[in-house]
T-cell receptor, first 108, second 113 residues
Framework: QKEVEQNSGPLSVPEGAIASLNCTYSDRGSQSFFWYRQYSGKSPELIMSIYSNGDKEDGRFTAQLNKASQYVSLLIRDSQPSDSATYLCAGSNYQLIWGAGTKLIIKP | DGGITQSPKYLFRKEGQNVTLSCEQN?????MYWYRQDPGQGLRLIYYSQIVNDFQKGDIAEGYSVSREKKESFPLTVTSAQKNPTAFYLC????????????FGSGTRLTVV
């Protein structure tokens, strides 16, 4: 069974701090990974994709991939209340395999 | 602007009734997907289609049916055989063969009354 695991949270982080979201996966055939943000009642939106080991930065977001250890993480710097949402991790091996999501709460 | 349009936004179904959810995309994407999301849960794959006139069952296809007569359209019918249809339904698409993420529509919230 191919799985992507995430801690469901909620993860509570003070405004301005770094939020760290983690994801592990079981399918070693997964080559690409994606982080989606989903606000309550809305559809997921793609915020980061990562294809190779190491870090990828985009503004306040940094995605990290370690294929040897089979984990992916997302760091959000200078967290804002508007970052409060559920973050979904997905791995791709022909199709996307989804984690259940981590609920992030940024406290003002 | 290119995108995926789902309609209606809200849908109410009576017991024993079939309802159809619309999904239209103008992104020229080959692959289209239907997901179901229950409160506090992740995405569960219902059906997907990689090419016109072809589709495959996902993990929870029972009680659902689809068609793919046009590249742009992938409607989902929730039949009376689906005993617990109340959920948030999401349609997504991507370029077939490309290792990129999916683009999602805005979703349809279905409620049984």
């Amino acid at each position: 069974q191919k799985e992507v695991e995430q801690n469901s949270g909620p993860l509570s982080v003070p405004e301005g701090a770094i939020a760290s979201l983690n994801c592990t996966y079981s399918d070693r055939g997964s080559q690409s990974f994606f982080w989606y943000r989903q606000y309550s009642g809305k559809s997921p939106e793609l915020i980061m994709s990562i294809y190779s080991n190491g870090d990828k930065e985009d503004g306040r977001f940094t995605a990290q991939l370690n294929k040897a250890s089979q984990y992916v993480s997302l760091l959000i710097r200078d967290s804002q209340p508007s970052d409060s949402a559920t973050y979904l991790c997905a791995g791709s091996n022909y199709q996307l395999i989804w984690g259940a999501g981590t609920k992030l709460i940024i406290k003002p | 602007d290119g995108g995926i349009t789902q309609s209606p936004k809200y849908l109410f179904r009576k017991e024993g009734q079939n309802v159809t959810l619309s999904c239209e995309q103008n992104l020229n994407h080959d692959a289209m997907y239907w997901y179901r999301q229950d409160p506090g849960q992740g995405l569960r794959l219902i059906y997907y289609s990689q090419i016109v006139n072809d589709f495959q069952k996902g993990d929870i296809a029972e009680g659902y049916s689809v068609s793919r007569e046009k590249k742009e359209s992938f409607p989902l019918t929730v039949t009376s055989a689906q005993k617990n249809p109340t959920a948030f339904y999401l349609c997504a698409s991507r370029v077939q063969g490309a290792d990129n993420g999916y683009t999602f529509g805005s979703g349809t919230r279905l409620t049984v009354v």
